[in-house]
């Protein structure tokens, strides 16, 4: 442990300093656990500049967990959720595995505009610094993000949406 002396410091200096914040934690694969996920991240990174981004990216990735593995098919599925407060906060959800291995859609792909999936982890790509998945369907995924702490969800440009009813 370093020897730091935070007399003469500010209370932001001593929370944005090394070592990383990092938290992890284990949520029942249901989907009503996605908002309780949403919500720690929005406590946790509550004033953050990125805090609405961040919240938005756990939403997906958990939503995802649930929706395309066996993470949320019931009989004791789980997903975990990783956050890293930092200046370029990691974001990650773990799940079970299952079919298909996660996959971000080409820039320009058409698909069905009322298909359900396909476009949200190509817009978590758009809005992060960097976006990845490793593990397999037979042990697990991981996906995660990197996003700017700096960045604002309202402040990107917006994107003309299609409403279809």
């Not at 929370?15 to 990383?20: A, C, T």
């Not at 938290?23 to 996605?34: K, L």
């Not at 996920?37 to 990216?57: M, N, T, W």
């Not at 291995?101 to 960097?130: A, F, H, K, Q």
């Amino acid at each position: 442990m370093e020897d730091t002396k935070w007399a003469r410091t500010s209370a932001a200096e001593w929370l944005h300093s090394r070592p990383q914040m990092r938290w992890r934690r284990v949520f029942p694969g249901q989907a009503e656990q996605v908002p309780y996920a949403r919500k720690l991240a929005q406590d946790l990174f509550a004033g953050a500049p990125c805090e609405s981004l961040v919240a938005l990216a756990v939403s997906e990735l958990a939503g995802n967990a649930l929706r395309h593995s066996i993470s949320g098919a019931g009989n004791g599925g789980w997903f975990g959720l990783e956050l890293v407060y930092a200046k370029l906060v990691y974001v990650a959800v773990t799940d079970l595995g299952g079919e298909g291995i996660p996959t971000v859609l080409p820039e320009g792909y058409r698909s069905c505009p009322t298909r359900e999936n396909g476009r949200g982890l190509r817009m978590l790509y758009d809005l992060s610094v960097s976006l990845g998945v490793h593990g397999s369907s037979a042990l697990g995924h991981t996906v995660w993000v990197d996003l700017d702490f700096d960045t604002s969800l309202e402040d990107l440009p917006q994107q003309p949406m299609l409403l279809v009813s």
